[in-house]
């Protein structure tokens, strides 16, 4: 027992330079982040009580109307589902939550190093804008409109590769941005293109990676907490209310 002992101490004792700033307090690691429904999410996830040194910045988590938002790629994303065991995620797009009308025109990238799509789950829906199809008549199911102070006012949203869709081959649009979406949810729109607004509710899976998991795995085995230094782009251990090194943990990403 007095050689474990002995050795925890020494890894808790060993300083390591952070650009933390002095007041923080590092032991708020062991708290939990909460917010509707969802509790007890920990490491790698941050946000609420557990400050942004406790966890890759990537995984920041917001809490907006008891539900946690996550932003990729300067899009915020409604968590909808988490599953830590499996580390899968079900996200919707906040922008798109109330209207199918966004000002934010750009593509749902992930961050490939922490994100993926689930490829058997997920399935692309393009939303065209500022669409010169006004002398249309009878307008299609899968129009509506936008205004977003473009020339043109009318929308369209396409299930699949965008190019393949007829209806699209009469007109021109000013911008188009892709979507994921379930499959199981783009079968039902076909049946009823009037339902895009709740598809885009029921959002897409992702699956999540922290690529730092072997570090913490050897900072978690002598009891420390696993953090993350952001300005130095680097994962750290944190041992009581300081930064220590436990022997064989490196601080280069392990991808």
């Not at 969802?38 to 406790?54: D, E, H, I, M, Q």
């Not at 939550?97 to 934010?104: E, P, Q, V």
């Not at 188009?176 to 076909?190: F, R, W």
């Not at 251990?237 to 436990?246: D, K, L, T």
Request: aromatic share 12%; proline share 7%; charged share 15%.
């Amino acid at each position: 027992m007095l050689p474990l002992i002995f050795l925890f101490f020494f890894f808790c004792s060993v300083d390591v330079t952070t650009s933390f700033p002095a007041d923080a307090y590092l032991s708020n690691c062991t708290q939990n982040f909460e917010c509707g429904p969802f509790r007890n999410l920990t490491y790698p996830f941050t946000g609420g009580a557990r400050p942004s040194y406790c966890g890759p910045p990537e995984f920041h988590l917001s809490c907006i109307d008891d539900t946690p938002e996550l932003t990729i790629a300067a899009l915020s994303y409604r968590v909808l589902k988490l599953d830590p065991v499996h580390q899968n995620l079900t996200l919707a797009r906040s922008d798109l939550w109330n209207s199918t009308c966004t000002d934010k025109l750009g593509n749902s990238t992930l961050e490939s190093e922490f994100f993926t799509y689930d490829d058997d789950d997920d399935m692309d829906v393009t939303i065209f804008y500022g669409c010169n199809s006004t002398l249309i008549t009878p307008k299609p199911e899968n129009w509506f409109f936008c205004d977003l102070n473009l020339t043109f006012d009318d929308a369209y949203y396409v299930i699949g590769p965008a190019p393949l869709d007829p209806i699209m081959s009469g007109f021109k649009c000013s911008v188009g941005i892709t979507v994921p979406i379930l499959k199981t949810t783009a079968a039902v729109l076909v049946g009823n293109r009037s339902l895009f607004g709740e598809a885009i509710k029921t959002g897409f899976n992702v699956h999540y990676t922290n690529p730092y998991e072997k570090q913490c795995a050897k900072c978690l085995n002598v009891n420390g907490l696993c953090g993350f230094d952001s300005d130095k782009n680097r994962p750290v251990c944190i041992c009581g209310n300081r930064v220590c090194n436990p022997a064989g943990i490196s601080f280069s990403r392990v991808l």
